[in-house]
């Protein structure tokens, strides 16, 4: 097992950085309520009760994801990592048209993928591709950018891939505002929502 970061992220439900109608009208406020007080908060507590009283109660969350992988706890894994997953979606994403795509990052991407255009196709592509609930990510690999999805709670940094940004795929991410169109969300969000002075800021750790 090789952990692609290095971040160390508390089991606790993270104030937004943001407030709940800001990510409008790509995402709405009541869709960012249930998503992030009930699925996230929900995840959360259910780490909270699996740690408790054992040798993992009081570590950070990548810690834990760790070890349940490890040890093949399933309900710990899918709890606690689909807790870090959704602390990072959360940064990953900002106001729309608050944060433009920095020079550095903007040259990264065009070397990866021809142009920014190129890329936000073929994530989206991708994105739409992952088949069931999950994640899409722009991950470097070896020094590389590149697209990837993980199933269900699944973390690229497991495999030794460091994550830049993500887009939650799960249903409940985007049924609320566009039903089965997960498309026009992923297309949405990519072209409006994205921090990418945070997916800079991963690149560079």
């Not at 196709?121 to 899409?136: E, I, L, N, P, R």
């Not at 999805?149 to 891939?161: E, F, H, I, M």
């Not at 409006?192 to 997916?199: P, R, S």
Request: hydrophobic share 45%; aromatic share 12%.
């Amino acid at each position: 097992m090789n952990i692609a970061i290095s971040t160390i992220t508390p089991v606790e439900l993270p104030k937004l950085p943001y407030a709940e109608n800001a990510l409008e009208p790509v995402i709405s406020a009541n869709t960012l309520s249930f998503h992030y007080g009930k699925h996230h908060k929900t995840y959360i507590d259910n780490t909270l009760k699996l740690i408790s009283g054992t040798e993992l109660e009081g570590k950070p969350l990548e810690e834990i994801v760790a070890a349940a992988q490890k040890d093949g706890k399933t309900g710990l894994f899918n709890n606690a990592a689909q807790a870090w997953n959704h602390d990072f979606y959360w940064m990953s994403l900002a106001p729309a048209g608050s944060v433009a795509i920095p020079t550095e990052l903007k040259s990264m991407i065009e070397a990866g993928f021809s142009s920014v255009d190129e890329f936000k196709k073929q994530f989206t592509t991708v994105a739409v591709g992952q088949f069931g609930s999950g994640w899409a990510w722009l991950v470097l690999d070896g020094g590389k950018l590149a697209i990837v999805t993980t199933s269900n709670a699944g973390v690229p940094w497991l495999d030794g891939k460091k994550p830049l940004f993500t887009v939650d795929v799960w249903e409940h991410a985007y049924y609320l505002d566009y039903q089965n169109r997960r498309q026009a969300y992923v297309e949405a969000v990519l072209d409006k929502l994205i921090n990418w002075d945070f997916a800079l800021q991963n690149a560079k750790a």
